[in-house]
């Protein structure tokens, strides 16, 4: 089975979308500008556990992520300005395009009773912001550790500034999104 990768998707938008959209230049079709891979750790004092964190997201994404620190200091928490409260990855390029192909053909379909992406996920600036419980869904995180299992969040930013265009555009690129008529009778 042969499929079209992300990047000759996104080369080929305009073709794909200009009688949907109603668009009539190139420069008007959606593409994806990068994703933001994000983790959190919180207020994890465990050395041993930030380090099996980083090195997941390393192996997952294909990059070294960039430690997050803290903006405020917010005494209920217990943080003060500086301290580091998670991992951050921004893709570009080859690596997004690899990566966006490897979490919807192979990561989605190992996770378990996934029956699609919900639709209200779109921003007003057309960024689409995923949710993931479980990093293990990836298949290059050992299956070994299962105690250490950890969420991130991954948006996808494109340059469309509508939610329309955006959610045409993903469905377009192969996003596995429910249908309409699934997500208004649920909430």
Known sequence: ????????????SFKALKDTLAIKNPMQAPHLSKVVVSSGFGSVKDKKKIELIADRLARI???????????KAIATFKTRVGDPVGYQ??????????????????????????????????????????????????????????????????????????KKKTLAFLEYIGLPLKKEDDTKGKK
């Open 1 to 12: 089975m042969t499929y079209k990768t992300t990047y000759e998707l996104n080369k080929d």
């Open 61 to 71: 994404t294909g990059q070294k992520p960039a430690m997050r620190a803290t903006k």
């Open 89 to 162: 990855v921004t893709l570009r390029g080859p690596r997004m395009n690899e990566f966006l192909d490897r979490m919807i053909h192979i990561a989605f379909p190992r996770t378990k009773d996934f029956r699609g992406l919900s639709r209200n996920s779109v921003d007003d600036m057309g960024n689409y912001t995923i949710g993931i419980k479980e990093h293990t869904i990836f298949p290059e995180t050992a299956d070994e550790d299962l105690k250490d299992v950890f969420g991130m969040s991954i948006t996808i930013v494109t340059t469309s500034n509508d």
